[in-house]
C-alpha cells in the first residue's frame, strides 16, 4: 500500500483502521472536522497524486514554494422526534432535514528561510426544512463564513489570526459542535509551539462566532470570551481555561460570569484496553455567587479478540457538580462552556450539568463497510437543589421541590456504511424513558428519535 498521510490513509483504507477505529457516532466518517489539521505535503510527489481520484484536488502545485488544498463536506440528515423533551417542548413531534455543504481551500507558501504561511478558507452553506416551531440559528445559517484565518509558523512556533473551529481533546469543554447543523467557530487568535514527541503548548484568546437566521450575518459574540493554554503531552493533557459571560443565568439570576477551570485528562492504550480519565476544577463568580464547580469524566474499553467480529466494549461513568445549597453564596452548576453538540449520543436532551451518568456501550465492524454500536445510558440528578439542563446549559427542567434524583434510562442502537472513502450512510435509533424526577416535574412519555445520515467528504 502506498505511504500517504494519516488522513488520506483513514479515507481509503476505511475496512482497516477506519473500521476498528471506536468514534462516536456525532465525529465525521472520515478525514478531520475542521480540516485545516491535515496534511497532504505528501502528495507533493505527482504519481501519488494519480492513485486516487481525489489527489488532484488535494494537492494542487503553485510554484517551487506554494501549493493548494482543496476538499467538501456535503451533508443531509434527517431527524424525526416523539414526545421530544418527554412532551415539554414547543414542537414535541417533530421531523426535519438537515442540508449542509462546507468546501474549502487551504494555501501554503514556503519560503527559504524557514517561514511558512498559510491562508485558510471554509465557507458553509446550511439550510434546515421542517423545524417546528421555527428553525435557530444552530438549524441555519444560510450562507455565511465558517473559518478563514492566516497563519504564520517558523519552525515549531505558529501564529493564526481568524476565525476558525476549535478542539480540544475530547471536546468536554471546548468543541466543535459537529453534530448539529451549525458547527461552532471562534474569531481571535492562537498561538502554538510544539515541542516534538508528541508535545505542545496551545495559548488562545478567542471569542465564539454567533450565528445569525441570514446570509453574511455571522458575528463576533461582545458578551462571551474564551482565553487559555493547553499543553499536550503523551497520554497526558494539562490546560487552563478561562471564561467571560456578561450575560450568564444561573437560578434565575442574570449576570456576570467570570470562570476558570483547570483540567487534566489522561489517556491511552495498552493491548487490547484504551482509557481517558478527565477531571476539572472551576473557581471564579457570576454577580455576587462564588463558583465552586467540578466534574470527573471516566471511559475505560477493551477490544474483545476472542469473540466474534472483536468487538469493543467501553463503560464510561461521568459525575458532574450542581448548585447543592441555594442562597449560600456559592455556586455549585458545573458549566461545560462550549461542550460538543451531541454529548451522551445520537439523542441528548440532557447536557453535562447537574448529572451522574453511566453508560455501557459496545460496538463493532460487521465487514464490507459495515459498523454496529449499541449503547444504554442511566442518568441522575447530582444535586436535588438543582434542574436539569440540555448541553448548551439552558435549564429545561426545574427542581420544582421534587428530591428526586433518577432522571431516566436511555437505549441508543446505529448502523453505518462506509459505502466509498468519500460517503458514509447511517441510521439510529434512540428511547428515552422518564424516571422520577421527570414525571414528578412535568409531561413525562418516552422520547424516541430515529436519525438518517449521508455524508460525502473529500
Given at each position: 500500500?502506498?505511504?500517504?498521510r494519516?488522513?488520506?490513509?483513514?479515507?481509503?483504507?476505511?475496512?482497516?483502521?477506519?473500521?476498528?477505529?471506536?468514534?462516536?457516532?456525532?465525529?465525521?466518517?472520515?478525514?478531520?472536522?475542521?480540516?485545516?489539521?491535515?496534511?497532504?505535503?505528501?502528495?507533493?510527489?505527482?504519481?501519488?497524486?494519480?492513485?486516487?481520484?481525489?489527489?488532484?484536488?488535494?494537492?494542487?502545485?503553485?510554484?517551487?514554494?506554494?501549493?493548494?488544498?482543496?476538499?467538501?463536506?456535503?451533508?443531509?440528515?434527517?431527524?424525526?422526534?416523539?414526545?421530544?423533551?418527554?412532551?415539554?417542548?414547543?414542537?414535541?413531534?417533530?421531523?426535519?432535514?438537515?442540508?449542509?455543504?462546507?468546501?474549502?481551500?487551504?494555501?501554503?507558501?514556503?519560503?527559504?528561510?524557514?517561514?511558512?504561511?498559510?491562508?485558510?478558507?471554509?465557507?458553509?452553506?446550511?439550510?434546515?426544512?421542517?423545524?417546528?416551531?421555527?428553525?435557530?440559528?444552530?438549524?441555519?445559517?444560510r450562507?455565511?463564513?465558517?473559518?478563514?484565518?492566516?497563519?504564520?509558523?517558523?519552525?515549531?512556533?505558529?501564529?493564526?489570526?481568524?476565525?476558525?473551529?476549535?478542539?480540544?481533546?475530547?471536546?468536554?469543554?471546548?468543541?466543535?459542535?459537529?453534530?448539529?447543523?451549525?458547527?461552532?467557530?471562534f474569531?481571535?487568535?492562537?498561538?502554538?509551539?510544539?515541542?516534538?514527541?508528541?508535545?505542545?503548548?496551545?495559548?488562545?484568546?478567542?471569542?465564539?462566532?454567533?450565528?445569525?437566521?441570514?446570509?453574511?450575518?455571522?458575528?463576533?459574540?461582545?458578551?462571551?470570551?474564551l482565553?487559555?493554554?493547553?499543553?499536550?503531552?503523551?497520554?497526558?493533557?494539562?490546560?487552563?481555561?478561562?471564561?467571560r459571560?456578561?450575560?450568564?443565568?444561573?437560578?434565575?439570576?442574570?449576570?456576570?460570569?467570570?470562570?476558570?477551570?483547570?483540567?487534566?485528562?489522561?489517556?491511552?492504550?495498552?493491548?487490547?484496553?484504551?482509557?481517558?480519565?478527565?477531571?476539572?476544577?472551576?473557581?471564579?463568580?457570576?454577580?455576587e455567587?462564588?463558583?465552586?464547580?467540578?466534574?470527573?469524566?471516566?471511559?475505560?474499553?477493551?477490544?474483545?479478540?476472542?469473540?466474534?467480529?472483536?468487538?469493543?466494549?467501553t463503560?464510561?461513568?461521568?459525575?458532574?457538580?450542581?448548585?447543592?445549597?441555594?442562597?449560600d453564596?456559592?455556586?455549585?452548576?458545573?458549566?461545560?462552556?462550549?461542550?460538543?453538540?451531541?454529548?451522551?449520543?445520537?439523542?441528548?436532551?440532557?447536557?453535562?450539568?447537574?448529572?451522574?451518568?453511566?453508560?455501557?456501550?459496545?460496538?463493532?465492524?460487521?465487514?464490507?463497510?459495515?459498523?454496529?454500536?449499541?449503547?444504554?445510558?442511566?442518568?441522575?440528578?447530582?444535586?436535588?437543589?438543582?434542574?436539569?439542563?440540555?448541553?448548551?446549559?439552558?435549564?429545561?427542567?426545574?427542581?420544582?421541590?421534587?428530591?428526586?434524583?433518577?432522571?431516566?434510562?436511555?437505549?441508543?442502537?446505529?448502523?453505518?456504511?462506509?459505502?466509498?472513502?468519500?460517503?458514509?450512510?447511517?441510521?439510529?435509533?434512540?428511547?428515552?424513558?422518564?424516571?422520577?424526577?421527570?414525571?414528578?416535574?412535568?409531561?413525562?412519555?418516552?422520547?424516541?428519535?430515529?436519525?438518517f445520515?449521508?455524508?460525502?467528504?473529500?
Open positions: 500500500m502506498p505511504k500517504y494519516a488522513c488520506l490513509l483513514l479515507s481509503l483504507c476505511a475496512s482497516g483502521p477506519l473500521a476498528a477505529q471506536t468514534t462516536e457516532a456525532w465525529q465525521a466518517p472520515t478525514l478531520s472536522i475542521p480540516r485545516y489539521d491535515e496534511d497532504w505535503s505528501d502528495l507533493a510527489d505527482a504519481e501519488k497524486r494519480r492513485r486516487h481520484w481525489t489527489g488532484p484536488f488535494k494537492y494542487i502545485p503553485l510554484g517551487p514554494d506554494a501549493w493548494l488544498s482543496t476538499g467538501v463536506e456535503v451533508r443531509v440528515r434527517n431527524e424525526n422526534y416523539a414526545d421530544n423533551l418527554w412532551g415539554g417542548a414547543e414542537a414535541p413531534d417533530d421531523s426535519y432535514v438537515w442540508a449542509r455543504a462546507m468546501p474549502y481551500a487551504d494555501l501554503h507558501v514556503g519560503a527559504a528561510d524557514g517561514v511558512h504561511v498559510r491562508a485558510f478558507a471554509q465557507p458553509i452553506i446550511s439550510y434546515a426544512m421542517g423545524v417546528a416551531p421555527s428553525a435557530s440559528p444552530i438549524d441555519q445559517s450562507v455565511d463564513m465558517l473559518q478563514g484565518f492566516a497563519e504564520v509558523a517558523v519552525g515549531p512556533v505558529m501564529l493564526r489570526g481568524g476565525r476558525q473551529m476549535l478542539s480540544l481533546g475530547t471536546e468536554r469543554l471546548v468543541g466543535t459542535r459537529y453534530g448539529p447543523n451549525m458547527p461552532l467557530a474569531d481571535g487568535v492562537r498561538g502554538s509551539l510544539s515541542l516534538g514527541k508528541g508535545r505542545a503548548i496551545d495559548l488562545f484568546l478567542l471569542n465564539p462566532v454567533q450565528a445569525g437566521p441570514d446570509s453574511f450575518d455571522d458575528r463576533t459574540s461582545d458578551t462571551r470570551r482565553w487559555g493554554a493547553y499543553a499536550t503531552l503523551p497520554q497526558f493533557d494539562l490546560y487552563y481555561l478561562g471564561y459571560n456578561r450575560a450568564a443565568r444561573f437560578g434565575g439570576r442574570i449576570g456576570r460570569e467570570v470562570r476558570h477551570s483547570i483540567g487534566l485528562r489522561f489517556h491511552g492504550a495498552r493491548d487490547q484496553w484504551h482509557w481517558n480519565v478527565e477531571a476539572v476544577g472551576q473557581f471564579g463568580h457570576h454577580e455567587q462564588r463558583i465552586a464547580a467540578w466534574t470527573l469524566g471516566t471511559e475505560v474499553g477493551r477490544t474483545l479478540d476472542a469473540l466474534p467480529l472483536s468487538p469493543d466494549a463503560l464510561r461513568f461521568n459525575i458532574v457538580s450542581g448548585d447543592r445549597h441555594r442562597g453564596g456559592t455556586l455549585g452548576t458545573f458549566n461545560a462552556l462550549f461542550p460538543k453538540g451531541k454529548y451522551f449520543g445520537e439523542l441528548s436532551p440532557v447536557g453535562p450539568t447537574n448529572i451522574i451518568s453511566v453508560n455501557p456501550r459496545i460496538s463493532a465492524p460487521l465487514g464490507n463497510g459495515f459498523s454496529a454500536s449499541i449503547a444504554a445510558m442511566a442518568y441522575w440528578r447530582y444535586a436535588w437543589n438543582d434542574g436539569l439542563y440540555d448541553i448548551p446549559g439552558n435549564l429545561i427542567r426545574a427542581a420544582d421541590h421534587s428530591r428526586a434524583r433518577f432522571i431516566g434510562k436511555e437505549a441508543e442502537a446505529t448502523l453505518a456504511w462506509q459505502a466509498t472513502p468519500e460517503l458514509e450512510l447511517s441510521t439510529s435509533l434512540s428511547l428515552f424513558a422518564p424516571g422520577a424526577f421527570i414525571r414528578q416535574t412535568g409531561p413525562a412519555k418516552t422520547i424516541a428519535m430515529t436519525g445520515e449521508a455524508n460525502f467528504r473529500f
